[in-house]
């Protein structure tokens, strides 16, 4: 299967401190690829990189066959690349509606185009409809999550990185959130996820890459992973369902 995001020997860091060593990637059309590891492990970093927020020391970073590697981060959702930071950020004095018109800004004057974009995020995510005239900032936190992600589907991507969606969440908002990138992959968006919560990302990802010290320690299917002995051992607790301890 030809990769649509291709990452390979990609070395970075924060100053003169090395983060990321020799670390390769691929996501395919339509596929969920997750990204699991303990924290300091890198797994942020690499996606700042992809999208250009931190520069790689060594490494090349391909989408769709071109090089990112000294491309503006603005001209990314041109591409058809999209990245939804961890921390549910959203404008919070902006509404709902405004918060979302923002992720079509760079077709902003095709309010056809807009209007489809609307319609198609609103009915993956009708609590926002319910929500268009709030301030972003006065939701819960769930919903701000909701907001953030629906922001990052309005230039339709075909690739969409995710850092830490559940992080704070509630359980109802973490199901809806995991829900949600089913209904990505069903639509032939790919999805490369970053998350702490590592059975979640295990049990919905096609493949997965597990880092630690900044490395790949070893990757494969979500499902192979998730049964892997080794893997159970050392970064899901012993035991599936127990998280990292």
Not at 63 to 69: A, K, M, S, T, Y
Not at 135 to 156: D, K, P, V
Not at 220 to 237: I, K, M, N, P, Y
């Amino acid at each position: 299967m030809s990769a649509l995001l291709d990452v390979g020997g990609l070395s970075t860091g924060y100053g003169v401190v090395q983060v990321l060593e020799d670390v390769s990637i691929r996501v395919a059309a339509g596929e969920i690829v997750s990204l699991i590891g303990p924290n300091g492990a890198g797994k942020s970093t690499v996606l700042r990189s992809v999208v250009g927020l931190l520069p790689p020391w060594r490494g090349d970073i391909r989408f769709d066959g071109r090089d990112l590697v000294g491309r503006p981060p603005h001209l990314l959702p041109r591409d058809g690349l999209m990245y939804v930071p961890q921390g549910r950020v959203v404008f919070p004095l902006m509404t709902v509606r405004e918060n979302l018109e923002m992720g079509a800004f760079l077709f902003r004057r095709d309010r056809a185009r807009v209007r489809e974009a609307m319609e198609w995020v609103l009915g993956l995510f009708p609590r926002l409809r319910e929500r268009l005239g709030q301030l972003a900032g006065t939701m819960s936190g769930g919903e701000q999550q909701m907001c953030a992600i629906a922001r990052g589907l309005m230039a339709r991507p075909r690739l969409l990185l995710l850092d830490e969606p559940s992080l704070g969440l509630a359980p109802r908002f973490v199901d809806l959130v995991f829900e949600k990138m089913d209904a990505l992959r069903a639509a032939g968006v790919a999805v490369l996820l970053v998350e702490q919560n590592a059975v979640r990302a295990l049990e919905i990802a096609d493949r997965a890459y597990v880092l630690a010290r900044g490395s790949t320690f070893c990757e494969g299917t979500g499902r192979a992973l998730l049964e892997d002995a080794q893997v159970q051992a050392l970064f899901l607790g012993g035991r599936k369902g127990e998280g990292w301890r």
